[in-house]
């Protein structure tokens, strides 16, 4: 019972190790895929930060950024919880099990002492003899080998929990050490939160000082969204048409569906919410629909589709198989490429240039292009999904990061 209670004892341990490392494992993943945004906003602040016509995409950006590091700041504080706990846990783990093998070495060196004093064979065999009948004598020869068998016990027991004891110690002295690194890097991350918001105060100081001025560009710019957005819907109206010309049972504004173009609009639909991002390495910069401007708050916005920023140099992608439908053109020489998937079309705006031709079928994640890096130095996709003629939010239907 005793081997089977130290075998019970490992095992609850190693459990109980086993899930604060899954607990720690998966803080340090998020963490990871954190630092890999904040990384981002980092290169993009770099390339934009001397340009004055981006100041608001530079208070946008580092408020994001600050955002993201207020999650590392939270991160860090659970795992130095977590770590604090494990520590106080393995202290007093490490004291019992001080106190028990102390104790077994007392009863086990009493054992010893025993055994020695009464281990010559004459001592044995007069205590075996000076039995009364041979039950007694069976029964003696059975003590001695009961009391064999436990001093067998004692000393396998020690030897485990000394193992235990030397393993507890290493971990105690790792955590420790773990749990210095975790809050270093807590107070870095909030020395670097404090110099964005003093960044930011001076921005949004500059911002708000010439508000009038940015406000009547950003109107602006929302206009020509509009008719951008307008232009866009007639295209897909008229790709619609086309696809419908001569089809029995057609209907107006929306495809018409072969039994093959069902099957693929059924296959992207089922795939809703798991669909790859068009840029490999980036982060939404805008959401979709009308929301307020992230910096002038008296100011709303539409957005058709969404927004991504992307190191420069970034290719964008196809985020599931389909045929290229068109490839336009602006009067500023940027591209943009639409892919239709059944009766969903996906469109990649703001392209440099493009690796593919109308009517070429793509797969999922292959190249269409590379994005578009402005002098300003900004490398923005405008992303921007369609069911027949109305636009739906991508960020549903693509995989969160």
Known sequence: MKKNSCVLMLFLLCFAFAKAQSDKAVLEQRKSEIQKEINQFDRLLKNVRKEEKTMVLLVE?????????????????????????????????????NTEIKSL??????????????KNDQSRLMFLLSSEDFLQAYKR????????????????????????????????????KEKK??????????????????????????????????????????KERNKIDKELKALIVSDIKASNKGKTGAVANKFFLTPEAKILANNFKSNKGKLPWPVEEGFVSRRYGTQAHPVLRSLTIDSNGLRMQSPSGAKARAIFEGEVMRITKSKYGILAVHIRH??????????????????????????????????????????????DTETIDPAQWIARK
């Open 61 to 97: 950006t580092i408020d994001k950024k600050m955002a993201r590091t207020q999650e590392i700041i939270n991160i860090t504080n659970k795992q130095a919880n977590i770590l604090t706990r494990n520590i106080k846990t393995n202290a007093v783990e490490i004291r019992k099990f």
């Open 105 to 118: 070495k007392a009863a086990y060196a009493e054992m010893i002492v025993k055994a020695y004093k009464s």
């Open 141 to 176: 020869v059975q003590y001695l080998q009961s009391y064999a068998n436990y001093r067998k016990k004692q000393a396998y027991e020690i030897e485990v929990k000394s193992n235990v004891l030397v393993d507890k110690n290493a971990e105690l002295e790792s955590e420790k």
């Open 181 to 222: 690194q975790v809050l270093a890097l807590n107070k870095k991350q909030g020395i670097a939160l404090k110099v964005d918001k003093v960044e930011q105060e001076n921005l949004l100081a500059v911002v708000q000082a010439n508000e009038k001025q940015y406000a009547s560009n950003i109107k602006e710019k929302g």
């Open 342 to 387: 059944g009766n969903y079309t996906s469109i990649y705006d703001n392209l440099k240039q493009v690796s593919v031709e109308k009517g070429n079928r793509v797969n999922t994640k292959d190249i269409i292009g590379e994005i578009f890096t402005s002098n300003s130095g900004e490398t923005e996709l405008k992303f921007v999904l369609m069911q």
